[in-house]
């Protein structure tokens, strides 16, 4: 939630519309990765089904420990969770709806779990 809030503000702060690299987030919901391509971060779109997240497990990487979406590190580990972004666009456009949707099974044939966090993030550039 805090990385697209970020690039809200980046976007604004660089006179672009609040939303603009956001809408990928709208239609089928997106994954972030924050600290993709050494922090320069990563939306991508869930247009096909929202990957997994990985774990880093090697204690010397730069990501030793964070959840991400790196399918070039030998050393990531595979989770049983998946994190869709989804953003709705309300009608006055200048607010937008974003929920974080964490989804998982303990184990094969068990209830699917979600946990979910809402935020509404405005267009602060007008």
């Known amino acids: 939630m805090e990385y697209i809030r970020n690039v809200r503000d980046g976007n ?9 690299n ?3 987030c709208e239609t089928y919901g997106c994954v972030v990765d924050p600290l993709f391509s050494n922090g320069a971060g990563q939306i991508a779109s869930c247009s096909g089904g929202c990957p997994r997240l990985n774990y880093e497990s090697d204690p010397n ?9 790196d399918t070039e590190s030998s050393t990531n580990l595979e989770t049983i969770f998946t994190r869709q972004i989804l953003m709705t666009t309300l009608p006055s456009g200048h607010e937008a709806k974003v929920r974080s949707i ?3 099974r303990q184990f094969p044939g068990a209830p699917e779990q979600q946990f979910t966090v809402e935020t509404h993030l405005f267009d602060t550039s007008f």
Request: net charge positive.
């Open 22 to 24: 956001l809408y990928v």
């Open 102 to 104: 964490v989804t998982w």
């Open 12 to 20: 604004v702060l660089s006179a672009r519309p609040a939303f603009d």
């Open 61 to 69: 990487s730069t990501r030793s420990g964070t959840y991400n979406h």
